[in-house]
């Protein structure tokens, strides 16, 4: 069974920089073909894709308005998915998701967000001063 689980959110300053992380346990672990990444909601506001990854080919997604400024990494020796986030803006708080799911690519998994059978319970990220 696939479990998810994300650490790393909490309060920053605007400006600031955050490192999640996300755990993965169960059948991800195995080096088969998976899409991870990185997805947020803030209250009253649609989930975005913030970043995804492929194992494959490890080809990068990343949101627009994070380009440049987040990077997802794997650390495959410790079946750890991690979103450096450096530049925070002043933003509502909002609860970041780590989801995975078999094939696809990056970009169509963060961007449809279809078919995702499996979601972490979330971290709350807070930027404010």
């Known amino acids: 069974q696939v479990q998810l689980v994300e650490s790393g959110g909490g309060l920053v300053q605007p400006g600031g920089s955050l490192r999640l992380s996300c755990a993965t346990s169960?059948?991800?672990?195995?080096?088969?073909?998976?899409?991870i990444g990185w997805f947020r909601q803030a209250p009253g506001k649609e989930r975005e894709g913030v970043s995804c990854?492929?194992?494959?080919?490890?080809?990068?997604y990343y949101e627009d308005s994070v380009k440049g400024r987040f990077t997802i990494a794997r650390d495959n020796a410790k079946n750890t998915v991690y979103l450096q986030m450096n530049s925070l803006p002043p933003d509502a708080p909002a609860v970041y998701y780590c989801?995975?799911?078999?094939?696809?690519?990056?970009?169509?998994?963060?961007?449809?967000?279809?078919?995702?059978?499996?979601w972490g319970h979330g971290t709350l990220v807070t930027v404010s001063s």
């Open positions: 169960g059948f991800l672990t195995d080096p088969d073909f998976y899409v």
């Open positions: 989801a995975a799911r078999w094939h696809g690519t990056g970009q169509a998994m963060c961007t449809a967000q279809l078919n995702i059978p499996f």
């Open positions: 990854i492929s194992s494959r080919d490890g080809n990068e």
